[in-house]
């Protein structure tokens, strides 16, 4: 029984015999090209210097161009023509990898089922977005189909070469529970967070509070709100980080289980605070901790 090749036309259209009925196929195609369309892919087919697969390549971007505008049948019918052997190929190579025995030609029917299902996804900037475009549509199509004989303990794809998969939106009633109570409980803990907030600020000198203010809620520059406090831009840099690590530590020492012991800051106009806003020189050993002792002790 003689062997029958289903591509033989394809085999037929490339290379240098194959120009004229390719050209001609174009102008058959003419009607449902667009303006010009019809001589850039001439000049592509006549171009000597190109190999085969490069006038295939380039070929099939423009026709699968003119499919996703027009929906020719025509240009589709082309498009499988031209692609289908080396798509085939690829096709029983990826089955061969996965010790498949599924007939290359049933998933290559697939392949093209796609290529035609999905053309608003095709993107014609590259002369070659055809091949790259259809040969990940290929690898797509295996790996699904394997999957559906998966399920049915026929086969198995290694997790490293599934797709990744879109998540679903279904919500179950018992998910929607939890989520609901996430949110609450989330909101919770975000109130108390801001309550030990508020509560550890308003336990800071006026000047710190001032400092945090128009540094974390009026968005002012380090620079601005150490002109409007009138001290220096050091000092300010200092007041700023002490007054969030007194809040902080306060915070930590209430979820430790402890005392928040946080106290505002000196009068900025006695002791050793003065030294510092006079000199410019932070004074090491007045940290939180410290500056709350020799204010307790005063």
Request: glycine share 6%; proline share 5%; with cysteine.
């Amino acid at each position: 029984m003689k062997a029958i090749d289903p591509f033989a036309s394809s085999h037929a259209l490339l290379g240098e015999a194959g120009v004229p009925s390719l050209l001609e196929r174009i102008e058959q195609l003419a009607g449902d090209l667009e303006p010009g369309e019809k001589e850039r892919i001439g000049g592509i087919i006549t171009d000597r210097a190109r190999a085969p697969e490069s006038v295939r390549d380039a070929v099939s971007t423009r026709l699968m161009e003119c499919f996703r505008l027009t929906q020719s049948r025509g240009a589709f019918g082309l498009l499988y023509e031209l692609n289908g052997p080396h798509l085939i190929i690829q096709v029983a190579a990826r089955l061969r990898r996965y010790g498949s025995h599924v007939e290359p030609g049933d998933v290559l029917q697939e392949v093209f089922f796609n290529v035609y299902r999905y053309p608003y996804r095709f993107d014609a900037t590259r002369e070659d977005a055809f091949r790259v475009w259809s040969a990940m549509i290929v690898r797509n199509t295996v790996l699904k189909y394997l999957r559906s004989l998966s399920r049915s303990g026929r086969a198995e794809v290694p997790y490293e070469d599934l797709p990744e998969q879109p998540e679903t939106n279904e919500v179950t009633p018992l998910g929607g529970v939890i989520e609901s109570e996430s949110r609450e409980e989330c909101a919770r803990v975000y109130l108390n967070y801001l309550q030990l907030y508020l509560q550890f600020y308003s336990m800071l000198s006026d000047r710190e509070r001032r400092a945090l203010h128009l540094v974390e809620v009026e968005e002012w520059s380090y620079r601005q709100t150490a002109d409007e406090l009138e001290i220096k831009l050091e000092n300010l840099k200092m007041v700023i980080f002490r007054a969030r690590r007194k809040i902080h530590r306060s915070m930590r020492r209430v979820f430790d289980g402890l005392s928040p012991d946080c106290r505002p800051a000196r009068d900025p106009g006695s002791g050793a605070s003065a030294v510092e806003e006079r000199s410019g020189v932070p004074v090491s050993s007045h940290d939180l901790t410290g500056s709350v002792e020799d204010a307790s002790s005063q």
